[in-house]
């Protein structure tokens, strides 16, 4: 009803009431559904009365406040491999014979510190003096080789990474690509790093090998790879292998993780049963530091001798790569953060989110706890991910005071597959069809669209970037009634269908970076549910959709549009806690006579010809973002208060 009451004329109204968007007959739907649920409660909680068991209401959600590492790569805090960063940094600088191009693998295992060990080197000083270009690419299982040109071109260029940088060469070809790499790298001494490099196929290495020889003598291609294969296929020199720590070396990453500074010398009894620990875990650094972080503040000798004496170090090495001592430290966690860390397993590896990509993520699943007074659900989002950090389970963790960010290592994002396997799937290749019982799909290729029979049962879709199955979009929405969140980025659609409107459920629209999207159906705004609307990066999205006044329980709504002013109807968005407007050019709003008493922040990001700001709309928020807007003055409503930017 309270949407009736938002929708404008009388007739309107009656119109809408009537309508199958009025959420009345659905209602009375779900109240006989509703009634067997509260009869089927009712029976447990006369078991737990009959079985004398108790309720727990204490909140879990402790956020634990580490004062070791930060994002980037410190020296002291890789311990246990000088030995190893002298040995490639050597090899490095070694002019080598004749051959103009080298290449040095390093080898190991997941979870052996290969990444880091080559962040040590990359970082060090005498590589930067002794190199002209020093470019990083996560490869993951993404060998194509116009994606790696790509990566190259991106890493090799000054700019700053940011949403639409490789904007400039989307419209390549693959020889245009070739050749402006050969332009780039010709006659230059580089050091290319290629990390967790998966590819076993000779002809795809060569591909790339070939572009690449047009540099100078000296020039490094320097791998991570858990594959000894394909550490022969791509090797000019001898594999560099990684092995586990020595014990000592193991206690001291496990002490570092499981104790304040200084604090492990009060505590003489649980160092005992920490070199059982350690022990278990056969020198694999992430190991001891994610079973470390799960000790971290714990100083009852029971719980450290649960960890030491588990049955879960008798079970076999599987061959996913799960390892028991990562299992067990995923085991201990609460079971709030269990769930929200099964979406990671939709997620891609080597890439850096923010808050914002998670949060919209696990509210619309309803993942997220209930907010204390105060909090918004991107509150909650960064105390699950600073917790989350905390048990190790995330790295290159920043945060900046107003948001987070964060990257998968891809042992815990192995892990992420192996726990959400019954209820998340992503699929690949080798996978033949989508399990019965999944209810979140993630489809990484636009090839695998026209294979696949799309489940009724899915509360969540994400769509592979470049998409463009048209019957694929129209048999998901129509089959898919039940959806909770949507995902469609990057794709090549130029509009939606309206039956988007029949998703009554779907509180999460993420249209990121569709810059052929030239329009939205108006059916959009009788998505009452929606909670979550991001247009961030539609280019060429003409005005939003009439009627967005409707999605009276929106929270957060990110915009990317050639429309110049907005409808007053925004007033009606009265739950917005996050309103974001970007690269808006022809931006010239000033919203007169609207408040958003929920809001807490608001951003303009190059919206050239955005002129002012009235103060009314921005005294209560908690963080104001104005980047690139040259023209906009904050004023409090006369000529004679304006503050330019």
């Keep these: 009803m309270q949407v009736v009451n938002t929708s404008g004329s009388i007739r309107r109204k009656v119109r809408h009431y009537f309508s199958s968007s009025n959420p009345l007959a659905y209602r009375l739907k779900m109240a006989h559904q509703i009634k067997d649920i509260n009869e089927r409660l009712t029976k447990v909680a006369a078991d737990r009365h009959n079985f004398g068991l108790q309720t727990n209401y204490s909140d879990t959600r402790v956020v634990q406040n580490r004062e070791l590492t930060h994002s980037h790569i410190n020296d002291s805090d890789v311990i246990g491999r000088e030995h190893d960063k002298r040995k490639i940094i050597d090899l490095l600088l070694q002019d080598g014979d004749d051959r103009s191009l080298s290449v040095i693998p390093i080898v190991g295992m997941g979870g052996m510190g290969k990444t880091t060990l080559a962040k040590s080197v990359y970082n060090d000083k005498r590589l930067c003096q002794a190199f002209q270009k020093m470019m990083w690419i996560c490869v993951s299982r993404d060998f194509e080789l116009n994606h790696l040109v790509v990566k190259i071109l991106n890493s090799a260029s000054d700019s700053s990474p940011n949403i639409f940088q490789h904007e400039n060469f989307q419209n390549f070809d693959i020889e245009q690509l070739k050749n402006h790499l050969r332009n780039t790298l010709a006659d230059q001494k580089f050091l290319l790093v290629l990390d967790d490099v998966w590819n076993e196929n000779r002809v795809k290495w060569e591909e790339l090998n070939d572009l690449i020889q047009v540099c100078a003598k000296g020039s490094k291609v320097l791998v991570t790879t858990r594959s000894h294969k394909t550490a022969d296929v791509m090797s000019t020199n001898t594999s560099h292998i990684l092995e586990g720590l020595s014990q000592n070396d193991s206690l001291s990453v496990f002490v570092k993780w499981a104790f304040k500074e200084g604090e492990d010398k009060k505590h003489p009894e649980l160092i005992e049963v920490g070199k059982d620990i350690v022990q278990k875990c056969g020198g694999l650094p992430l ?81 997220l706890p209930t907010p204390r007074k105060g909090e918004s659900s991107g509150d909650i989002a960064k105390q699950l991910l600073h917790e989350l950090w905390s048990r ?102 130029k509009n939606l269908p309206r039956s988007i409107g029949k998703l009554k459920h779907l509180r999460c629209l993420n249209l990121l970076a569709n810059r052929q999207l030239e329009r939205l159906p108006d059916s959009v705004c009788k998505l009452q549910n929606l909670q979550t609307l991001n247009l961030y990066g539609c280019e060429n999205l003409q005005k939003l959709p009439n009627g967005i006044g409707n999605l009276i329980i929106l929270k957060e709504l990110y915009i990317t549009t050639k429309q110049s002013n907005f409808p007053k109807e925004l007033a009606n968005l009265s739950s917005l806690e996050f309103l974001a407007f970007s690269y808006c050019d022809n931006l010239m709003i000033s919203f007169d006579g609207i408040q958003f008493p929920k809001l807490k922040v608001l951003s303009f990001v190059s919206c050239g010809n955005l002129k002012s700001l009235p103060f009314h709309i921005i005294s209560n928020i908690e963080c104001l973002l104005i980047e690139d807007c040259k023209m906009v003055i904050l004023s409090k409503g006369d000529d004679n208060n304006q503050y330019p930017i």
């Design 287 to 367: 190991a001891i530091r994610t079973l470390g972080s799960s000790l971290f503040l714990k100083f009852d000798i029971e719980e450290w001798k649960f960890v030491k004496d588990s049955e879960i170090w008798n079970l076999p090495q599987q061959d996913d790569g799960i390892l028991p001592a990562i299992k067990l430290s995923y085991d201990q966690l609460p079971s709030y953060l269990k769930r929200c860390f099964a979406c990671f397993s939709l997620f891609e590896k080597g890439i850096f989110y923010t808050h914002l990509h998670v949060s919209g993520f696990w509210d619309a699943l309803g993942f």
């Design 392 to 493: 190790s389970f995330l790295q290159e963790f920043v945060d900046a005071g107003g948001g987070c960010g964060f990257e998968l290592h891809d042992l815990v994002h192995d892990l992420a597959l192996y726990v959400a396997r019954d209820d998340f799937q992503l699929l690949n290749f080798q996978c033949e069809n989508i399990r019965a019982n999944v209810r979140h799909l993630s489809v990484p290729e636009n090839d695998m669209l026209g294979q696949i029979s799309i489940p009724t049962g899915l509360r969540s879709i994400v769509f592979p970037e470049e998409a463009n199955n048209k019957p694929f979009l129209d048999t998901c929405l129509s089959r898919c009634k039940y959806l909770r969140l949507l995902q469609i980025s990057d794709s090549r659609y």
